[in-house]
C-alpha cells in the first residue's frame, strides 16, 4: 500500500511540474508577445515622433511665410491709402474741364475745383485754343 501511495505521490508531482512547466511556457510565449507588441509600439512611437518633428518645421516655415505676406499686404494697404489720399488732394482736371465746356470761367474753376488760378487759366487756354 505504501508503494500505490508513494506511485501516486509521485505521479502527482510529475502532473504537477508538467503543469507547472506548460504554464510556464504559456507564459513565456505571452511574455515573447509583449516584447514583440513593445518593439512595434517603440517603431511606431519613432514613427510618430519624426512625423511630429516634420510637421514642427513645416509649421514653422508656413508661419514665417503668412508674417511676410501679413506684412507685405500693411505695405500695400499703406500704399493704397497713400494713393487715395494723394488723388483726393489734387484738383479735379476732369471736373474743370467738363466746366469750361460748360463755359465756366477761372474764378468757378478755382472756387469748384481746388485749382490755383494759374492752373485755371491754362486749363482754360488750352481747351479754348487761346495761346
Same mark, same amino acid.
Given at each position: 500500500m505504501m508503494t500505490v501511495l508513494?506511485? +501516486?505521490t509521485i505521479v502527482l508531482i510529475i502532473a504537477g511540474l508538467a503543469g507547472?512547466?506548460?504554464q510556464l511556457r504559456q507564459f513565456r510565449q505571452q %511574455? @515573447?508577445? $509583449?516584447l514583440d507588441s513593445l518593439r512595434?509600439?517603440?517603431?511606431?512611437? %519613432?514613427?510618430?515622433?519624426?512625423?511630429v518633428g516634420a510637421l514642427c518645421s513645416a509649421s514653422a516655415g508656413a508661419g514665417d511665410h503668412v508674417l511676410r505676406l501679413e506684412q507685405q499686404?500693411?505695405?500695400?494697404? &499703406?500704399? %493704397? /491709402?497713400?494713393? &487715395?489720399?494723394? =488723388?483726393?488732394?489734387?484738383?479735379?482736371? /476732369?471736373? +474743370?474741364s467738363q466746366l469750361i465746356d460748360k463755359g +465756366?470761367?477761372?474764378? %468757378?474753376l478755382v #472756387?469748384? @475745383? #481746388? $485749382? =490755383?488760378? #494759374?492752373e485755371a487759366e491754362l486749363l482754360l487756354m488750352m481747351q479754348r485754343g487761346v495761346a
Open positions: 508513494l506511485i +501516486a507547472g512547466l506548460l %511574455q @515573447c508577445e $509583449l512595434l509600439d517603440r517603431q511606431r512611437l %519613432q514613427q510618430l515622433e519624426q512625423e499686404v500693411h505695405r500695400i494697404v &499703406e500704399r %493704397q /491709402n497713400s494713393l &487715395e489720399l494723394r =488723388t483726393s488732394s489734387e484738383p479735379s482736371y /476732369n471736373q +474743370a +465756366a470761367d477761372v474764378d %468757378q #472756387g469748384s @475745383c #481746388g $485749382l =490755383t488760378r #494759374g
